[in-house]
């Protein structure tokens, strides 16, 4: 063992030694690893947008230290989601709200949160990377919130994370499943509900905010918004829960390019453009649901009020393996509880999801062959 080694062994904090990153979709295959050969990748594994919109940044002031929480920004988000500024916080993407709720209303080692597994990765790997100590009430078989298993933690945690549409599971939890646990945890807990794929779905839950104070809401620019590289995501709270989170975030979180651009995203022209571009995902979705049932032993798991489609399959190490080949990248989610065999799809452009389901096509006729 060199000095280094042995020095970082007795410095880095305890909690820390044996965590692992989170391995995020580009983590496991980035976009500087792409063959050299002339096909161009095909990303499907991170829930992106397809499409990138064309943004002015103007760096005039570029010499300043940007405003914490800038107006603009703030008003652009509050008049989108039908909410006050005052309930407005925005954040390097949603992950940092969670880590931020976290770092806030969790005191280490002993508090814990709560989440509903198979879920997103982050709440999980945000708390333990915090000390913090993390609940499991899992889904029930159809994915939707096993009440029962999760009123039963009341008292023992500070935050109740609600992922909804689910990812991966796809699909937008029952309003009144919801309430019913926002109204369980009301003097206990926070409840936070994750509505990254907001757009996607039918209902959004922002009123609840204002019937009940200690709902915490999670928005993303990264999905629907097709915003994914330039890290912003919003917190909507009451005022008090917002400024408690305010005495913990970085001093400069928003970058002045990202409020000039997330602005112009959130401005009537570019709702309009996003709404469109959902529009075309969920038709392209809808075409992903009708193939690929039909293909080999796939069975679709789920529902699909996001931008992505899960499904599973007995062949899942060789199909991905088949597909990373090919310079097509989806996302395996056999890890999450109970999702053995499953991988997950983002909805992509016409064009790449053409590419897929043929190349998913292809994988199935070699498998017959050689099964002859
Ligand atoms: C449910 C959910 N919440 C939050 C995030 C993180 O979003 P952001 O890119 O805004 O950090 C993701 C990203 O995949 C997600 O799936």
């Not at 500087?32 to 095909?42: C, G, I, L, M, Y």
Request: with cysteine.
């Amino acid at each position: 063992m060199n000095k280094l080694t042995s020095l970082l062994g007795q410095l880095v904090a305890k909690h820390v030694q044996h965590l692992v990153p989170y391995a995020s979709a580009r983590r496991l295959f980035s976009s500087a690893s792409q063959s050299t050969d002339k096909t161009a990748p095909v990303w499907l594994n991170a829930n992106e947008a397809p499409v990138a919109g064309d943004y002015q940044i103007d760096s005039d002031l570029y010499n300043r230290y940007p405003d914490c929480q800038p107006d603009a920004l703030i008003a652009g988000y509050a008049n989108y989601a039908g909410v006050k500024v005052s309930q407005v916080l925005a954040t390097r993407g949603a992950d940092e709200g969670i880590e931020l709720l976290i770092r806030t209303f969790c005191d280490a080692p002993n508090d814990h949160i709560l989440i509903c597994p198979p879920t997103y990765g982050m709440y999980a790997i945000s708390a333990k990377t915090a000390n913090i100590g993390v609940y499991q009430a899992p889904l029930n078989d159809d994915f939707s919130l096993d009440i029962h298993a999760i009123k039963a933690f009341k008292g023992q945690t500070n935050l109740v994370f609600l992922c909804s549409p689910n990812n991966p599971t796809g699909n937008q939890l029952a309003l009144e499943d919801v309430i019913n646990i926002v109204e369980h945890f009301a003097d206990s807990a926070l409840v936070v509900i994750d509505e990254a794929y907001v757009e996607f779905a039918s209902y959004n839950t922002t009123a609840l905010i204002d019937d009940y104070p200690h709902v915490v809401i999670l928005r993303t620019l990264s999905k629907a918004f097709g915003l994914a590289g330039i890290r912003c995501g919003f917190t909507l709270a009451q005022p008090e829960v917002i400024e408690q989170l305010l005495k913990v975030i970085a001093p400069y979180p928003i970058s002045a390019p990202v409020a000039d651009i997330a602005i112009q995203a959130l401005s009537s022209s570019g709702l309009t453009t996003m709404q469109a571009q959902v529009t075309t995902l969920q038709m392209e979705q809808t075409k992903l649901v009708e193939m690929l049932p039909t293909i080999g032993d796939i069975e679709l798991v789920g529902q699909q009020d996001a931008n992505f489609v899960l499904f599973k399959t007995t062949h899942k190490d060789a199909l991905m393996q088949f597909l990373v080949h090919q310079q097509v990248f989806i996302r395996d989610q056999s890890k999450q509880l109970n999702l053995a065999q499953c991988l997950r799809i983002s909805v992509g452009t016409a064009q790449e999801n053409a590419r897929l389901i043929s190349l998913i096509q292809q994988f199935y006729a070699i498998q017959e062959a050689t099964a002859l």
